[in-house]
């Protein structure tokens, strides 16, 4: 039997290391989910791992193909940038439930991927996705690419966003980062036909600093903070869902939320995800929760007993791994999704 990590390796070998096999290969989205498929079902026949191996080794021989090329936000450089910084990417640190975490850093040309949904079951929801990582690296797969593929194996389109890090010098540590997310929420909305969505379901999700990042997005929406670029400047910024995934960042003092956070009764429906034992997190979500509740915004939030921080949707063995279908549900629940 595949052991939960061990599956989560075979995925993160099979679509996102060319290192791991020696050559750039990459899957499609649709073969993404038929390998989980494959994963799964020999989960059920209890296939031994050597075989689990070949199988997927064969099958990746078979249908490998190039990735979809990101999109550079600014093709004219990103606002305030001097200098171009050489990407750093990093495996070598902190695994989550087994797994290799990709820690990208020294981002100066922010991008965004989009991820579609397979075409019989696209919901026309689509979750602009902002990772984690205290606004110095992002957890780029942990927090990123893994969220995008699970939520298209429900019929939920994903973009994910490469935003600015590490925060620069005499800025706040959001600004150069929202800038970047309102500008990869204006070029989704603005692609809206093309890319077979709905302009009026895009939402933003974001873990830790990018939870932060999410909800300055969806209370700075009124003014864009980068001079226009382009006629898909002219699009409403505002998201039309928020979802936070142990947010950071986010409290106030006495009970009160970060200055830099304006809640009133406009702010995008919301959920939380949060674990009580996320000790130096845990107010950012009640505090936000409860500005939420006096401004009259739809909110929900789902508090777990256990399983700390920075799990992404890993199986990490505790409840909160369960997270997805809750969020999933609200969206039934707020009509974005259809029952």
Known sequence: MILPHRRCTILHILSNRKEDLGKSLFFNHKEEIFIIFVIEQMQREQTTMKKSLFLLLSLLTMTAMSQENPVLLFPDGAPGETEKLKQVDDLSGRREAGCPVLRISNVSEPTLIFYPAPADTNSGVTIIVNPGGGYNILAYNLEGSEICKRFNSHGVNCVLVK????????????????????????????????????????????????????????TAYRERTYPKRDSFDEVSLRPDFTILVYPAYLSGENFSIAPELKVDQHTPPTILIQTQDDKNHIDSSIFYYYALKEANVQAAIHLYPSGGHGYGLRNTGHTVNEWPFRVLSWLRDTGMIEK
Request: proline share 4%; hydrophobic share 45%.
């Open 163 to 218: 935003y600015r890090v590490p925060r620069r010098e005499g800025l706040d540590k959001h600004t150069a980062p929202l800038q970047d997310l309102q500008r990869a929420i204006a070029y989704t909305r603005a692609h809206a036909a093309e890319w077979n969505i709905d302009a009026n379901k895009i939402g933003v999700m974001g873990f830790s600093a990018g939870a932060h990042l999410s909800a300055m997005a969806s």
